[in-house]
């Protein structure tokens, strides 16, 4: 390899290192959003709420940039293994961005709650989003390392999350059918919850492009589901 072409593929491997860089902080400030979220909810504070909202157009901007970069991978001319690198990237990108919008609906959520008196379910929400935001952590540093394994055990956490969720919904139905004047309150609870419960697929689907990214095509193990609100009658 003549130095140019050892220039060019440097260049390309630090094109990459960039981008992961971007990903990574891209995730980071979504689960950072997501913990704040979360925090509003419990405190009830209205203006810290405000902030959590604004501040998702930080995420929305690193979106732009990360599709940017993958924009100028691709006209260098990828190899197939690049090519898997780069459809990972988009897709998770993706997956972070719509974390951090759920991150800021739940934020908005907070401020009509807080119109409400405080309700004891919040406790159960909470719960489900601290192992939702250990969901993204987690996922995010398999990525980062590109640790199959560990991305397949995030994956099969999502069964846990589902069962949290599942429960804290009939709960939520429960209480809305003995007292009728929780039922404003409730049904924004049960919005949040939903959140998280999609905060816990999209930290799947990232797993997913992990194993995408190291094995291609290989299909995925089977893995377990317990969301069955879906099925729950009041």
Request: hydrophobic share 40%; charged share 25%; aromatic share 4%.
């Amino acid at each position: 390899m003549n130095e140019q072409s050892s220039h060019i593929v440097r260049s390309y491997d630090q094109e990459q290192a960039t981008l992961l860089d971007e990903l990574i902080r891209m995730g980071q400030m979504s689960a950072a959003q997501l913990e704040a979220a979360l925090d509003v909810v419990e405190r009830r504070d209205g203006n810290a709420a405000e902030r959590v909202i604004a501040n998702d157009e930080a995420i929305d901007a690193l979106e732009q940039q990360v599709n940017h970069d993958v924009i100028h991978l691709i006209r260098r001319g990828p190899l197939a293994t690049d090519l898997r690198i780069i459809l990972a990237a988009l897709r998770v990108a993706s997956d972070i961005e719509r974390i951090g919008d759920y991150a800021a609906n739940i934020a908005k959520r907070s401020l009509a709650l807080n119109l409400s008196p405080p309700l004891p379910h919040t406790r159960g929400l909470n719960a489900l989003g601290k192992l939702a935001v250990q969901q993204v952590r987690d996922v995010l540093e398999a990525y980062r390392h590109r640790d199959g394994e560990a991305a397949l055990r995030v994956r099969a956490r999502d069964a846990e999350l589902d069962t949290l969720y599942t429960g804290l919904f009939r709960e939520l139905l429960t209480y809305m059918m003995e007292d009728p004047r929780a039922i404003t309150p409730c049904t924004h609870l049960l919005f949040m919850a939903k959140n998280l419960e999609r905060i816990g697929d999209h930290a799947t689907n990232i797993a997913e492009n992990i194993w995408f990214l190291l094995h291609g095509e290989t299909p995925l193990p089977e893995r377990e589901k317990r969301d069955d609100s879906n099925t729950t009658v009041a």
